[in-house]
């Protein structure tokens, strides 16, 4: 069965400037009396965390994970993350929540559920050569970095002299040429090799929903980046997003926060309020 809602991968609806939407702050009343029961999907870098140079220093405040603890207690909590799923669960250290990592190939509900799914397992050899060759072509590039996910490969360039770019990319075009059974997707100073497949955060948490008897809940997801973007048009018939950060690129997304303190803030009305 396929989950993919609306276009194909690059050509989502954009509606909004994340300039001209309403504050979600202003709404989390109006989201807590839904009819419907609430279901929070919360990105991690960006939204959880502020962005950073290395993604290993992205370190989740005692605060913002006891707020999310704080809202755990009233609903149920999905991290979706374009990490790898471990590397998140590991980050966020919070029993009984669902994660989603790898940008939606890797998925576990929440503890005792019973769920979780595995997408495109049979690409992983791709990747792990892939991995070898980028290691390999860009170990000698000062910033370059090469980050492994199970079901992904990032390569930042955030460090990299503008000098030396053009090298990074002539490498990330020659691992893609090589295997067709792999795209390319862009995010914050970031390109990433996941599998060419129909799939994507959006699909994960519609397929989530699903699996955890929620496909008539209110499903509300918060992030930054343009991934996310998958998500915020999944559900747009049915629930909420909330865009974080003060990027001026259009979004599907309905609501707006400015930064990882809003979520914070966010999240303790929300709590208070369910």
């Not at 989950?3 to 609806?13: I, M, S, T």
């Not at 870098?45 to 993604?55: C, E, M």
Request: net charge negative; with cysteine; charged share 30%.
């Amino acid at each position: 069965m396929r989950w993919h809602r609306g276009p194909a991968h690059g050509e989502l609806p954009f509606v909004a400037r994340p300039g001209t939407l309403p504050s979600a702050l202003d709404a989390v009343e109006r989201l807590a009396e839904s009819p419907r029961q609430l279901a929070l999907f919360l990105d991690y870098d960006g939204t959880l965390t502020p962005i950073v140079s290395r993604p290993e220093d992205a370190v989740l405040s005692p605060e913002m994970r006891e707020r999310v603890r704080a809202v755990a207690h009233r609903l149920p909590v999905v991290i979706v993350s374009g990490r790898g799923r471990r590397n998140v669960a590991d980050l966020v250290g919070i029993d009984g929540l669902g994660y989603v990592g790898s940008h939606g190939f890797d998925i576990i509900g929440p503890e005792g559920s019973g769920v979780a799914r595995e997408v495109a397992a049979d690409v992983l050899p791709l990747l792990d050569d892939a991995e070898k060759e980028l290691r390999d072509a860009l170990g000698d590039i000062p910033g370059a970095l090469v980050e492994r996910k199970r079901f992904g490969i990032a390569v930042h360039f955030r460090l990299v002299a503008d000098g030396a770019f053009a090298r990074v990319e002539r490498a990330v075009q020659d691992a893609l040429e090589r295997r067709p059974q792999l795209r390319r997707a862009e995010g914050k100073k970031v390109v990433e090799l996941r599998p060419d497949v129909d799939w994507d955060k959006g699909c994960a948490v519609l397929w989530l929903l699903d699996e955890l008897g929620l496909s008539e809940a209110h499903p509300i997801h918060i992030g930054d980046d343009l991934t996310d973007e998958t998500v915020f048009t999944a559900i747009a018939d049915r629930g909420t997003g909330i865009f974080v950060g003060s990027d001026d690129r259009p979004t599907a997304a309905t609501l707006r926060l400015d930064d990882p303190r809003q979520v914070g803030e966010f999240l303790d009305r929300l709590a208070a309020a369910s």
